[in-house]
Protein backbone atom coordinates (compact mmCIF):
# COMPACT_ATOMS: atom_id res chain seq x y z
CA UNK A 1 0.00 0.00 0.00
CA UNK A 2 2.64 2.14 -0.54
CA UNK A 3 3.01 5.41 -2.04
CA UNK A 4 4.49 6.13 -5.62
CA UNK A 5 3.56 9.50 -5.65
CA UNK A 6 5.10 10.74 -2.48
CA UNK A 7 4.95 14.89 -2.22
CA UNK A 8 3.26 18.12 -3.43
CA UNK A 9 4.60 21.21 -3.34
CA UNK A 10 2.44 24.35 -4.58
CA UNK A 11 3.66 27.71 -4.71
CA UNK A 12 1.03 30.79 -5.64
CA UNK A 13 -1.90 28.45 -6.91
CA UNK A 14 -5.28 28.74 -6.48
CA UNK A 15 -6.25 29.35 -3.02
CA UNK A 16 -2.80 28.35 -2.04
CA UNK A 17 0.07 30.42 -1.04
CA UNK A 18 2.46 27.69 0.20
CA UNK A 19 1.09 24.11 0.49
CA UNK A 20 3.60 20.99 1.27
CA UNK A 21 1.76 17.72 1.47
CA UNK A 22 3.74 14.70 1.69
CA UNK A 23 2.26 11.40 0.80
CA UNK A 24 2.60 7.63 2.49
CA UNK A 25 -0.51 5.54 1.04
CA UNK A 26 -2.03 4.21 -1.97
CA UNK A 27 -4.71 6.02 -1.03
CA UNK A 28 -5.19 9.74 -0.22
CA UNK A 29 -8.50 11.70 0.99
CA UNK A 30 -9.29 15.41 1.27
CA UNK A 31 -12.58 15.98 2.96
CA UNK A 32 -14.10 19.30 4.39
CA UNK A 33 -16.60 22.46 3.13
CA UNK A 34 -17.12 22.94 -0.40
CA UNK A 35 -14.67 25.97 -1.35
CA UNK A 36 -12.48 24.99 0.89
CA UNK A 37 -9.70 24.18 -1.31
CA UNK A 38 -9.85 20.47 -1.84
CA UNK A 39 -10.23 20.08 -5.87
CA UNK A 40 -7.38 22.79 -6.03
CA UNK A 41 -4.96 19.85 -4.80
CA UNK A 42 -6.02 17.41 -7.48
CA UNK A 43 -5.86 20.26 -10.13
CA UNK A 44 -2.40 20.60 -8.91
CA UNK A 45 -1.30 17.39 -9.55
CA UNK A 46 -3.55 16.82 -12.97
CA UNK A 47 -1.65 19.68 -14.48
CA UNK A 48 1.76 17.14 -14.36
CA UNK A 49 -0.20 15.75 -17.58
CA UNK A 50 -0.21 17.04 -21.19
CA UNK A 51 -4.00 18.33 -20.91
CA UNK A 52 -4.77 21.40 -19.22
CA UNK A 53 -6.09 19.30 -16.18
CA UNK A 54 -9.16 18.48 -14.62
CA UNK A 55 -10.48 22.02 -14.88
CA UNK A 56 -9.07 22.54 -17.92
CA UNK A 57 -8.37 26.46 -16.90
CA UNK A 58 -6.34 29.41 -19.09
CA UNK A 59 -2.66 29.09 -16.90
CA UNK A 60 -3.33 32.44 -16.01
CA UNK A 61 -6.17 31.37 -14.10
CA UNK A 62 -4.19 29.40 -11.97
CA UNK A 63 -2.36 32.14 -9.88
CA UNK A 64 -3.49 32.88 -6.24
CA UNK A 65 -4.87 35.99 -6.17
CA UNK A 66 -2.73 37.57 -4.10
CA UNK A 67 0.71 36.61 -5.86
CA UNK A 68 1.99 38.50 -9.18
CA UNK A 69 0.84 36.83 -12.52
CA UNK A 70 2.27 33.89 -13.85
CA UNK A 71 4.04 33.00 -10.56
CA UNK A 72 2.47 29.82 -9.65
CA UNK A 73 4.79 26.85 -9.70
CA UNK A 74 3.93 23.28 -8.72
CA UNK A 75 6.30 20.97 -7.68
CA UNK A 76 5.25 16.72 -7.55
CA UNK A 77 7.97 14.03 -6.20
CA UNK A 78 7.56 10.38 -7.26
CA UNK A 79 9.18 7.47 -6.33
CA UNK A 80 9.72 3.97 -8.54
CA UNK A 81 11.86 1.16 -7.73
CA UNK A 82 13.44 3.00 -5.42
CA UNK A 83 14.62 5.92 -7.76
CA UNK A 84 12.80 9.46 -7.01
CA UNK A 85 11.75 11.88 -9.81
CA UNK A 86 11.32 15.81 -9.27
CA UNK A 87 8.67 16.77 -12.04
CA UNK A 88 8.08 20.52 -11.42
CA UNK A 89 5.78 22.67 -13.80
CA UNK A 90 5.20 26.89 -14.25
CA UNK A 91 4.48 29.56 -16.54
CA UNK A 92 7.15 30.94 -18.93
CA UNK A 93 6.14 33.35 -21.04
CA UNK A 94 2.61 32.83 -20.93
CA UNK A 95 3.46 28.88 -21.60
CA UNK A 96 2.97 25.95 -19.51
CA UNK A 97 6.45 24.38 -19.00
CA UNK A 98 8.13 21.32 -17.98
CA UNK A 99 11.05 20.10 -15.36
CA UNK A 100 12.15 16.55 -14.77
CA UNK A 101 15.10 16.35 -12.62
CA UNK A 102 15.50 19.94 -12.55
CA UNK A 103 16.20 19.86 -16.34
CA UNK A 104 13.60 21.33 -18.67
CA UNK A 105 12.00 19.63 -20.95
CA UNK A 106 10.70 20.35 -25.01
CA UNK A 107 7.34 18.91 -24.30
CA UNK A 108 4.74 18.31 -21.25
CA UNK A 109 4.54 14.87 -22.93
CA UNK A 110 7.60 13.97 -21.56
CA UNK A 111 6.05 13.45 -17.88
CA UNK A 112 3.49 11.09 -18.87
CA UNK A 113 6.54 8.72 -19.82
CA UNK A 114 6.96 8.77 -15.81
CA UNK A 115 3.42 9.53 -14.75
CA UNK A 116 -0.02 9.11 -16.78
CA UNK A 117 -3.21 10.52 -14.39
CA UNK A 118 -7.08 10.00 -15.08
CA UNK A 119 -9.67 11.55 -13.55
CA UNK A 120 -13.46 12.19 -12.76
CA UNK A 121 -14.83 15.01 -11.39
CA UNK A 122 -19.00 16.68 -11.06
CA UNK A 123 -18.73 18.18 -14.33
CA UNK A 124 -18.20 14.91 -15.87
CA UNK A 125 -21.66 13.89 -15.16
CA UNK A 126 -23.26 15.22 -18.20
CA UNK A 127 -21.17 13.21 -20.18
CA UNK A 128 -23.78 11.37 -21.76
CA UNK A 129 -26.31 13.89 -21.74
CA UNK A 130 -24.01 16.74 -22.99
CA UNK A 131 -23.25 18.02 -26.33
CA UNK A 132 -21.78 15.09 -28.61
CA UNK A 133 -18.63 17.00 -28.76
CA UNK A 134 -17.84 16.91 -25.00
CA UNK A 135 -18.43 13.16 -25.10
CA UNK A 136 -16.02 12.72 -27.98
CA UNK A 137 -13.48 14.98 -25.86
CA UNK A 138 -13.81 12.24 -23.08
CA UNK A 139 -13.05 9.54 -25.40
CA UNK A 140 -10.47 11.10 -27.06
CA UNK A 141 -8.53 11.53 -24.06
CA UNK A 142 -8.72 8.02 -22.94
CA UNK A 143 -7.90 7.29 -26.83
CA UNK A 144 -4.82 9.86 -26.42
CA UNK A 145 -2.92 7.25 -23.21
CA UNK A 146 -3.98 4.19 -25.39
CA UNK A 147 -2.14 5.26 -28.81
CA UNK A 148 0.73 7.81 -28.71
CA UNK A 149 0.38 9.49 -31.70
CA UNK A 150 -3.12 10.03 -31.45
CA UNK A 151 -3.20 13.28 -29.67
CA UNK A 152 -0.62 14.20 -32.45
CA UNK A 153 -2.89 13.28 -35.54
CA UNK A 154 -6.10 14.74 -34.07
CA UNK A 155 -3.76 18.09 -33.97
CA UNK A 156 -2.95 17.43 -37.40
CA UNK A 157 -6.53 17.23 -38.38
CA UNK A 158 -7.31 20.25 -37.56
CA UNK A 159 -4.64 22.25 -38.72
CA UNK A 160 -5.32 20.99 -42.01
CA UNK A 161 -9.02 21.10 -42.19
CA UNK A 162 -8.16 25.02 -41.14
CA UNK A 163 -5.78 24.82 -43.88
CA UNK A 164 -8.18 23.75 -46.63
CA UNK A 165 -10.90 26.62 -45.61
CA UNK A 166 -8.02 29.14 -45.91
CA UNK A 167 -7.06 27.90 -49.20
CA UNK A 168 -10.93 27.60 -50.39
CA UNK A 169 -11.89 30.91 -49.43
CA UNK A 170 -9.12 32.12 -51.53
CA UNK A 171 -9.70 30.58 -54.15
CA UNK A 172 -6.09 29.08 -54.75
CA UNK A 173 -5.18 26.44 -56.92
CA UNK A 174 -7.35 23.20 -56.93
CA UNK A 175 -3.97 20.86 -57.26
CA UNK A 176 -3.42 21.77 -53.69
CA UNK A 177 -6.59 21.48 -52.46
CA UNK A 178 -6.59 17.92 -53.64
CA UNK A 179 -2.96 17.34 -52.05
CA UNK A 180 -4.67 18.57 -48.55
CA UNK A 181 -8.12 16.71 -48.93
CA UNK A 182 -5.87 13.26 -49.59
CA UNK A 183 -4.02 13.87 -46.28
CA UNK A 184 -7.14 14.93 -44.21
CA UNK A 185 -8.68 11.81 -45.85
CA UNK A 186 -5.26 10.03 -44.39
CA UNK A 187 -5.57 11.68 -41.06
CA UNK A 188 -9.24 10.86 -40.75
CA UNK A 189 -8.41 6.95 -41.55
CA UNK A 190 -5.50 6.76 -38.73
CA UNK A 191 -8.17 8.21 -36.07
CA UNK A 192 -10.73 5.65 -36.93
CA UNK A 193 -8.26 2.68 -36.83
CA UNK A 194 -6.95 3.71 -33.64
CA UNK A 195 -9.97 4.19 -31.79
CA UNK A 196 -11.58 1.39 -32.98
CA UNK A 197 -8.77 -0.51 -31.40
CA UNK A 198 -9.38 1.12 -28.34
CA UNK A 199 -13.07 -0.22 -28.84
CA UNK A 200 -11.78 -3.64 -29.21
CA UNK A 201 -9.70 -3.62 -26.05
CA UNK A 202 -11.95 -1.66 -23.96
CA UNK A 203 -15.13 -4.02 -24.68
CA UNK A 204 -12.50 -6.71 -23.96
CA UNK A 205 -11.44 -5.78 -20.75
CA UNK A 206 -15.30 -4.99 -19.55
CA UNK A 207 -15.41 -9.05 -20.36
CA UNK A 208 -12.28 -10.69 -18.41
CA UNK A 209 -12.79 -8.90 -15.25
CA UNK A 210 -15.70 -9.30 -12.42
CA UNK A 211 -16.90 -5.55 -11.66
CA UNK A 212 -20.67 -5.21 -9.54
CA UNK A 213 -20.91 -1.50 -11.34
CA UNK A 214 -22.68 -1.76 -15.32
CA UNK A 215 -20.36 -2.36 -17.71
CA UNK A 216 -21.34 -0.60 -21.21
CA UNK A 217 -20.96 -1.11 -24.92
CA UNK A 218 -18.95 1.26 -26.71
CA UNK A 219 -19.25 1.60 -30.27
CA UNK A 220 -18.73 4.76 -32.59
CA UNK A 221 -20.87 6.02 -35.58
CA UNK A 222 -20.61 8.50 -37.83
CA UNK A 223 -20.17 9.07 -42.12
CA UNK A 224 -16.28 8.56 -42.21
CA UNK A 225 -16.31 5.54 -40.09
CA UNK A 226 -19.88 3.75 -42.68
CA UNK A 227 -17.11 4.79 -45.61
CA UNK A 228 -14.41 3.18 -43.67
CA UNK A 229 -16.81 -0.17 -42.81
CA UNK A 230 -17.72 -0.37 -46.52
CA UNK A 231 -14.48 0.01 -48.55
CA UNK A 232 -11.05 -1.18 -48.39
CA UNK A 233 -8.92 1.07 -47.11
CA UNK A 234 -7.46 2.28 -50.15
CA UNK A 235 -10.98 2.71 -51.66
CA UNK A 236 -12.04 4.61 -48.41
CA UNK A 237 -9.42 6.70 -48.70
CA UNK A 238 -10.24 7.59 -52.28
CA UNK A 239 -13.99 8.21 -51.50
CA UNK A 240 -13.57 10.61 -48.40
CA UNK A 241 -11.12 12.63 -50.83
CA UNK A 242 -14.29 12.95 -53.48
CA UNK A 243 -16.83 13.74 -50.92
CA UNK A 244 -13.89 16.50 -49.16
CA UNK A 245 -13.94 17.94 -53.00
CA UNK A 246 -17.56 17.72 -53.68
CA UNK A 247 -18.37 19.72 -50.38
CA UNK A 248 -16.06 22.69 -51.13
CA UNK A 249 -18.97 25.28 -51.48
CA UNK A 250 -20.71 23.92 -48.57
CA UNK A 251 -17.70 23.82 -46.16
CA UNK A 252 -16.95 27.00 -46.83
CA UNK A 253 -20.41 28.52 -46.41
CA UNK A 254 -20.94 26.70 -43.09
CA UNK A 255 -17.25 27.10 -42.13
CA UNK A 256 -16.71 23.46 -41.32
CA UNK A 257 -15.45 20.26 -42.84
CA UNK A 258 -19.14 18.73 -42.68
CA UNK A 259 -17.40 14.84 -43.39
CA UNK A 260 -14.47 14.24 -40.42
CA UNK A 261 -13.86 12.13 -37.62
CA UNK A 262 -14.79 15.53 -35.67
CA UNK A 263 -18.35 14.55 -36.21
CA UNK A 264 -18.25 11.38 -34.92
CA UNK A 265 -20.59 9.99 -32.10
CA UNK A 266 -19.46 7.85 -29.28
CA UNK A 267 -22.26 5.67 -28.76
CA UNK A 268 -22.72 4.15 -25.12
CA UNK A 269 -25.47 1.24 -24.65
CA UNK A 270 -26.58 -0.79 -21.81
CA UNK A 271 -25.50 -4.11 -22.03
CA UNK A 272 -28.51 -5.68 -21.25
CA UNK A 273 -31.20 -3.55 -22.80
CA UNK A 274 -29.58 -1.81 -25.25
CA UNK A 275 -30.78 1.12 -24.38
CA UNK A 276 -28.65 4.05 -24.85
CA UNK A 277 -26.18 5.66 -22.12
CA UNK A 278 -28.14 9.29 -22.88
CA UNK A 279 -31.64 7.47 -21.97
CA UNK A 280 -30.75 5.88 -18.78
CA UNK A 281 -30.90 6.86 -15.63
CA UNK A 282 -28.82 9.20 -13.98
CA UNK A 283 -27.07 6.07 -11.75
CA UNK A 284 -26.71 4.15 -14.70
CA UNK A 285 -24.50 6.47 -16.22
CA UNK A 286 -22.45 7.21 -13.41
CA UNK A 287 -21.82 3.46 -13.21
CA UNK A 288 -20.79 3.50 -16.93
CA UNK A 289 -18.22 6.74 -16.17
CA UNK A 290 -16.98 5.09 -13.19
CA UNK A 291 -16.57 1.67 -15.21
CA UNK A 292 -14.84 3.24 -18.45
CA UNK A 293 -12.38 4.64 -16.36
CA UNK A 294 -11.31 1.45 -13.89
CA UNK A 295 -10.97 -0.61 -17.45
CA UNK A 296 -8.98 2.37 -19.09
CA UNK A 297 -6.93 2.13 -15.41
CA UNK A 298 -6.45 -1.58 -16.30
CA UNK A 299 -5.62 -1.18 -19.85
CA UNK A 300 -2.95 1.28 -19.58
CA UNK A 301 -1.39 -0.76 -16.89
CA UNK A 302 -0.46 -3.14 -19.50
CA UNK A 303 0.88 -0.75 -22.07
CA UNK A 304 2.26 1.81 -20.29
CA UNK A 305 5.33 1.85 -18.02
CA UNK A 306 5.07 5.12 -15.90
CA UNK A 307 3.35 5.52 -12.46
CA UNK A 308 -0.66 5.12 -12.85
CA UNK A 309 -2.50 7.74 -10.83
CA UNK A 310 -6.60 8.44 -10.17
CA UNK A 311 -8.31 11.48 -8.79
CA UNK A 312 -11.32 11.09 -7.75
CA UNK A 313 -13.06 14.83 -7.34
CA UNK A 314 -16.64 15.00 -5.21
CA UNK A 315 -17.53 11.22 -6.43
CA UNK A 316 -18.50 8.78 -3.54
CA UNK A 317 -21.31 11.43 -2.43
CA UNK A 318 -23.48 10.36 -5.82
CA UNK A 319 -22.80 6.82 -4.70
CA UNK A 320 -24.98 4.61 -1.98
CA UNK A 321 -23.22 2.51 0.49
CA UNK A 322 -23.15 -0.47 -1.82
CA UNK A 323 -21.27 1.15 -4.29
CA UNK A 324 -18.52 2.80 -2.30
CA UNK A 325 -18.23 -0.73 -1.33
CA UNK A 326 -17.96 -2.08 -4.78
CA UNK A 327 -15.53 0.56 -5.62
CA UNK A 328 -13.08 0.17 -2.82
CA UNK A 329 -13.22 -3.52 -3.76
CA UNK A 330 -12.08 -2.45 -7.28
CA UNK A 331 -9.64 -0.08 -6.46
CA UNK A 332 -8.19 -2.12 -3.62
CA UNK A 333 -7.78 -5.23 -6.47
CA UNK A 334 -5.63 -2.23 -8.51
CA UNK A 335 -2.13 -0.89 -8.43
CA UNK A 336 -3.16 2.65 -8.60
CA UNK A 337 -2.30 5.53 -6.54
CA UNK A 338 -5.80 7.29 -6.01
CA UNK A 339 -6.77 10.48 -4.55
CA UNK A 340 -10.46 11.61 -3.22
CA UNK A 341 -11.99 14.50 -2.26
CA UNK A 342 -15.25 14.94 -0.73
CA UNK A 343 -17.21 16.93 2.43
CA UNK A 344 -17.25 14.04 4.97
CA UNK A 345 -14.81 11.46 6.23
CA UNK A 346 -17.54 8.97 6.29
CA UNK A 347 -18.02 8.53 2.63
CA UNK A 348 -14.74 7.16 2.78
CA UNK A 349 -15.01 4.34 5.04
CA UNK A 350 -14.18 1.37 3.02
CA UNK A 351 -10.86 3.34 3.31
CA UNK A 352 -10.29 4.92 6.12
CA UNK A 353 -7.93 2.13 7.93
CA UNK A 354 -5.27 2.32 5.26
CA UNK A 355 -5.87 5.84 4.26
CA UNK A 356 -4.04 8.87 4.25
CA UNK A 357 -7.10 11.45 5.43
CA UNK A 358 -6.40 15.12 5.52
CA UNK A 359 -8.89 17.66 7.01
CA UNK A 360 -9.22 20.41 4.30
CA UNK A 361 -10.54 24.15 5.75
CA UNK A 362 -9.89 27.44 4.07
CA UNK A 363 -6.87 25.75 2.61
CA UNK A 364 -5.27 24.89 5.33
CA UNK A 365 -4.81 20.41 5.03
CA UNK A 366 -4.36 19.10 8.53
CA UNK A 367 -3.48 15.40 8.63
CA UNK A 368 -5.86 13.27 10.86
Request: glycine fraction near 4%; charged fraction near 25%; charge should be neutral.
Amino acid sequence: MSADVLGLCCKNFRSYGTLVLNFSSRFVVFYGENGAGKTNILEAISLFSSDRGLRKAPIADLNSIKALPFSWNLELVLEKNHCKTFLSTNAQNGRKCAKIDSALVDSLAKFEEIIWILWLTPSMNNIFVGPVADRRSFFDHLVSGYDKKYKYVLKTLSKLQKERLHVIFHQKDGIWLDILEKKIAEENIKIIKSRLEFIKVINETFKDYSSDFLRPRISIEGTVEKIYETFSEEDALLEIANILKCDRLMDLEKQTTTISCQKTFWQVEHPKTSLAAEKCSTGEQKAFLISLVLATVRIYQKIRSGIPVLLLDDLMVHFDAVSRKNLGAELLSMDVQTFFTGTDKSLFEEFLEIAQVYLVKKSICAEV
